[in-house]
């Protein structure tokens, strides 16, 4: 047992040598690596560090010190995989997975649709863990699920920025889960609100969306980065009067962004051989990632609780 210990230690400094800041490996290979390593590619989204939340729960940042317990209910409602190149090139979201064996199906992106159904037990647990149950659209009742395909999305500025509307985007997202793009500016509050009237329906504190930013090059599909942000109520109550009162340069939102953790990898989970035929493929280790950014999360939200808002 000793000698596989100390082999094992030795293949981990062995690969921690070889691998560079911005190396590219083999997404199984991150199993041997220990879990400080992952953590320190993950972090909050530096564009949500700059603001501070109102005391009275105005603006777009909520003001977490008035709601210092973590959501104890929390909706996966999105889950796909993305490319900047689709909104910058000619091809539809079809064409461009179909050079590759992530082509979509009828319903739903195939590599998506792989990861979550190799993670989603896992994370459903790691989120028990911390108190909190987590539910996903194999979970929503009838009503639930009429709600949730009918959902219509606003943002600030849009995403779509060289293609139509007609694109099917639904390609990009797993099996029975709704493409629900992030937006751009981290902080939409158009965006954050439109998500409000479907988390009460579905009973939550909170909702989770999960971005897979992908790079198919060829002969290699790599996972680039890892984006889950987290969206609940207003903290501080969203009162009538209120939102019908004083002119204010920051308005009272109903629903707010709680969290925006980052992890960038650049991990090779399929391979092809010079005719495009592939040779490899393996999510191995994928769900532990997603582990490690829940409890990243978690840590966040409760980071987040400290700060001191603004007076009104």
């Known amino acids: 047992m000793n000698q596989l210990k100390h082999l094992l230690y030795v293949v981990t400094v062995f690969l921690l040598s070889i691998s560079g800041a911005n190396a590219q490996l083999f997404l199984e290979d991150l199993s041997l690596y220990p879990d400080q390593f992952v953590?320190?590619?993950?972090?909050?989204n530096p564009d949500i560090n700059q603001y501070y939340p109102f005391i009275d729960g105005r603006g777009n940042y909520p003001n977490l010190s008035n709601?210092?317990?973590?959501?104890?209910?929390?909706?996966?409602?999105?889950?796909?995989?993305?490319?900047?190149?689709?909104?910058?090139?000619?091809?539809?979201?079809?064409?461009?997975?179909?050079?590759?064996?992530?082509?979509?199906?009828?319903?739903?992106?195939?590599?998506?649709?792989?990861?979550?159904?190799?993670?989603?037990?896992?994370?459903?647990?790691?989120?028990?863990?911390?108190?909190?149950?987590?539910?996903?659209?194999?979970?929503?009742t009838?009503?639930?699920?009429?709600?949730?395909?009918?959902?219509?999305?606003?943002?600030?500025?849009?995403y779509r920025r060289k293609i139509s509307d007609s694109v099917n985007?639904?390609?990009?997202?797993?099996?029975?889960?709704?493409?629900?793009?992030?937006?751009?500016?981290?902080?939409?509050?158009?965006?954050?609100?439109?998500?409000?009237?479907?988390?009460?329906?579905?009973?939550?504190?909170?909702?989770?969306?999960?971005?897979?930013?992908?790079?198919?090059?060829?002969?290699?599909?790599?996972?680039?980065?890892?984006?889950?942000?987290?969206?609940?109520?207003?903290?501080?109550?969203?009162?009538?009067?209120?939102?019908?009162g004083k002119k204010r340069s920051a308005k009272l939102n109903e629903f707010l962004l709680y969290s925006s953790i980052e992890l960038d990898l650049e991990a090779i989970i399929s391979q092809y051989d010079e005719s495009g035929e592939l040779k490899y493929e393996n999510y191995i280790g994928y769900d532990r990632l997603l582990n490690l950014m829940i409890d990243q999360l978690y840590v966040s939200y409760l980071e987040r609780t400290k700060i001191t808002p603004k007076k009104s």
């Not at 953590?39 to 909050?44: E, S």
Request: contains cysteine; proline residues 2%; neutral net charge.
């Open 39 to 44: 953590t320190k590619k993950i972090h909050d």
């Open 142 to 158: 009838a009503a639930q699920r009429e709600a949730y395909d009918s959902l219509r999305i606003n943002y600030v500025s849009s």
């Open 169 to 244: 985007y639904q390609s990009c997202s797993a099996i029975s889960y709704k493409f629900i793009k992030l937006p751009n500016q981290k902080l939409d509050y158009i965006f954050a609100n439109s998500l409000a009237e479907l988390a009460r329906v579905l009973e939550v504190d909170a909702v989770l969306l999960v971005q897979n930013d992908v790079t198919f090059a060829g002969t290699l599909g790599l996972i680039n980065t890892i984006t889950m942000n987290m969206y609940g109520f207003n903290p501080v109550s969203v009162s009538s009067d209120a939102v019908q």
């Open 67 to 140: 709601q210092k317990e973590f959501p104890k209910k929390v909706a996966l409602i999105s889950f796909y995989i993305w490319n900047n190149e689709i909104v910058v090139t000619n091809k539809s979201a079809n064409e461009f997975w179909r050079g590759s064996n992530w082509t979509a199906s009828m319903d739903g992106n195939k590599l998506s649709s792989a990861l979550i159904s190799y993670s989603l037990e896992s994370i459903t647990k790691r989120f028990d863990s911390l108190g909190t149950k987590l539910i996903s659209p194999g979970d929503f």
